[in-house]
């Protein structure tokens, strides 16, 4: 779920990766600054339960609205693969190549071989966890990218792109070997995501994306021969922080990195949109040399405002042991998004958007959110609230509202106020 292409050019531009569940998420990653998308169809991918999948029918349509804004697509097919999996495992790959998919992103051995079989260019997974020079020279037959192990440190990362340009390690398509790189969101308490938990208490196999997430819960240690309980510091031991690399994301680029990946296919459009445009910014002021402390503060506060479990500012990059739990369920973000209406109409003229409000009040100087799946996300502050042609400060439920937007919206798209989150 990542990408980084390594060049000879000692600063190339960097690509962001973003991930796209749904429609919405993947217009908004466009629009916040994606270079490349990845999501998953079916149930061959990691996220099968926890994002809403696309359909192999929608492949197509995808291809179609990222090659016009020039954006790379990447299919997950990741997980372990059982011989009754192998005749939907060719279906999706012969429909990826079909439809002009960039590339697969893949970890057992069955889809490697059927993809490079047909031609497909092949990315392997984080899954492989791949953590030497050694098994990237081995992965070379099959994949043109090779994302390594999470628990790697940026030193081991700077030596493997240094070998892979030493020894001009190329591909299947003759250019060096590119080496992809997690940069934002969810940590998996297992090496590279490699958990048993769920399998082993509920039959639901995390490594064939139907993780039931037993570590985000609280848990008793309890001495069976004496019936003590153990005093833990933290009930939520196993839940890992999330990954925020935006603070070093200069020592990242500097090691060779050029392609960052940004976890959340499970995540909110509004999350996407934010992360996106952060690590696209935050890129950019790097190669443009206006990367600085008080724009890495900006950046992590807007990161702070979305979906989080708490932000790990260094991971293992840095040589630091996992030892940051989440410290409490769900998500630590500092804003909440409440739904109060949906989209009835837009005036394309005046750009004004008319919304009725279906759960909630709302009033001038409000921060609202829009959401849906072609219009991606739109968040504005909303200066003036119109009510059959005339001004008022604030509607309630059941008003019917009228008030500018700076792009198209469309009918049924989402209408959320958002709030300071309450503690």
């Known amino acids: 779920m990542s990408i980084i292409s390594i060049f000879y050019d000692p600063m190339p531009t960097i690509e962001i990766m973003s991930p796209a569940g749904s429609f919405a998420s993947l217009n908004t990653a466009i629009k916040a600054g994606a270079d490349s998308v990845y999501f998953g169809v079916e149930q061959l991918n990691m996220r099968a339960r926890a994002a809403n999948n696309f359909r192999i ?51 057992d051995v069955a889809a490697l071989q059927y993809a490079h079989s047909i031609g497909l260019e092949i990315h392997i997974s984080t899954q492989q966890n791949v953590s030497n020079i050694e098994a990237v020279r081995f992965f070379a037959q099959f994949a043109d990218v090779v994302v390594l192990a999470r628990e790697l440190t940026l030193n081991q990362i700077k030596k493997i ?78 839940s890992p922080k999330d990954l925020c690399t935006i603070g070093f994301l200069d020592q990242i680029l500097a090691a060779g990195v050029s392609v960052l990946k940004l976890e959340g296919r499970g995540r ?3 999350y996407v949109h934010v992360v996106t445009k952060c690590y696209r910014e935050a890129a950019d002021a790097v190669e443009n040399g206006t990367y600085t402390p008080e724009k890495i503060a900006a950046w992590t506060t807007q990161l702070e405002g979305v979906y989080n479990r708490g932000l ?66 739109i968040k504005i502050k909303v200066t003036e ?38 503690k």
């Open 57 to 107: 029918t929608d492949l197509p349509e995808i291809v179609g609205i990222c090659k016009e804004k020039k954006v790379k697509t990447y299919l997950t097919v990741n997980t372990i693969l059982y011989d009754h999996d192998l005749a939907l495992l060719r279906k999706v790959c012969d429909a990826a190549k079909a439809a002009g998919i960039t590339a697969v992103i893949a970890s």
């Open 161 to 238: 792109i240094a070998e892979i340009k030493k020894d001009k390690i190329v591909g299947p398509r003759g250019e060096l070997i590119r080496i992809e790189l997690f940069a934002h969101g969810a940590l998996c308490v297992a090496i590279s995501g490699k958990c048993y938990m769920s399998l082993a208490t509920q039959n639901a196999s995390a490594n064939r994306g139907a993780c039931t997430q037993n570590c985000r819960r609280t848990y008793r240690v309890i001495d069976e021969e004496n019936g003590e309980e153990l005093v833990l510091d933290n009930k939520y031991i196993m």
């Open 268 to 270: 909110s459009p509004e």
């Open 312 to 377: 790990w500012h260094g991971g293992y990059y840095l040589g630091k042991q996992l030892g940051e739990w989440s410290g409490e369920y769900g998500s630590h973000t500092t804003k909440q998004n409440d739904y109060i209406g949906h989209v009835t109409n837009f005036f394309r003229k005046v750009s004004v958007g008319e919304f009725t409000l279906d759960a909630g009040d709302i009033a001038e100087g409000s921060e609202i959110l829009i959401t849906g799946d072609t219009t991606g996300v």
């Open 385 to 422: 609230i119109i009510i059959n042609e005339k001004p008022v400060s604030s509607a309630k439920k059941g008003d019917i509202i009228t008030f500018k937007v700076p792009e198209r919206v469309r009918p049924n798209d989402k209408l959320f106020v958002v709030h300071d989150r309450k």
